[in-house]
């Protein structure tokens, strides 16, 4: 982790914390963290030096969104980042495909804290004196969750990576860099999510565990800005008009970074 990014990790803790996220959520005013994202700079990490920014394109952004997806911030950061760069340009709308991949890179930080959650219950809670995680059926479930998010944050990963027209300090992802990327993530939310809570029993449904400020952002997350079915319509149709006889060939020819 970069000093830049770990400074924001700091700041999150410690100005937003689960009791805050719940404050916020039930109505509280949001205008102390506000104004602590304000005082920091992250706001404005993607606008131009020029105009007073840290300049970072998508790919240096990368992290500090997976942040705010790990930490369950109540508030738009992430937007309010793209959209204080994007009015330097002067864009009439918000790119359908830069939403997507920004809400893909949260939806990775958010599966990567339940699966911290969940491993940390699974070593903690004991059932037949022996913690639970040293059960089979538990060990498969989380080793299948730890796959997902691994998967999840390679996509995600991609659909930052070398914005369109090969400029890689751009803000507008390459389309179909960003299906790949929010149609797994949103995919791995479809699973990480009730797994987690199985794993977690009839204590992860209920208000007072931390588990659910991040499982209801997944579902949240995964309709937004395009479905996994809405993204992967998009990657079949490039598919099918690269005239390629396999996918993985047109994978490697399109997808993958050279």
Not at 10 to 30: F, K
Request: aromatic fraction near 4%.
């Amino acid at each position: 982790m970069s000093e830049f990014t770990a400074s924001l990790d700091r700041l999150l803790a410690d100005a937003c914390p689960p009791a805050v996220v719940r404050a916020v959520e039930r109505g509280a005013s949001a205008e102390a963290l506000w104004h602590a994202l304000e005082r920091s700079g992250f706001l404005d990490a993607l606008v131009p030096e020029s105009r007073g920014g840290a300049g970072l394109g998508l790919a240096d952004a990368f992290e500090l969104f997976v942040l705010q997806g790990r930490h369950a911030v109540p508030v738009p950061m992430a937007l309010t980042m793209v959209m204080r760069a994007l009015q330097c340009e002067g864009p009439e709308a918000l790119p359908r495909a830069l939403a997507a991949v920004v809400t893909a890179a949260q939806i990775v930080g958010a599966l990567e804290r339940v699966l911290e959650l969940s491993v940390a219950f699974a070593t903690q809670r004991m059932q037949f004196g022996r913690p639970i995680g040293k059960f089979q059926a538990i060990q498969h479930q989380l080793a299948v969750m730890a796959e997902q998010v691994a998967a999840a944050r390679m996509a995600a990963q991609l659909g930052c990576q070398g914005a369109a027209g090969g400029q890689d300090q751009g803000l507008v992802p390459d389309r179909l860099h960003a299906a790949v990327a929010k149609s797994r993530t949103s995919e791995a939310a479809g699973l990480v999510a009730p797994m987690a809570h199985a794993i977690h029993g009839a204590i992860g449904i209920t208000a007072e565990l931390d588990l659910q400020l991040y499982t209801r952002r997944l579902h949240a997350w995964r309709a937004e800005h395009g479905s996994e079915l809405a993204w992967n319509r998009v990657l079949g149709e490039a598919v099918l008009a690269s005239g390629e006889a396999l996918a993985l060939d047109f994978m490697r020819s399109t997808l993958l970074p050279t």
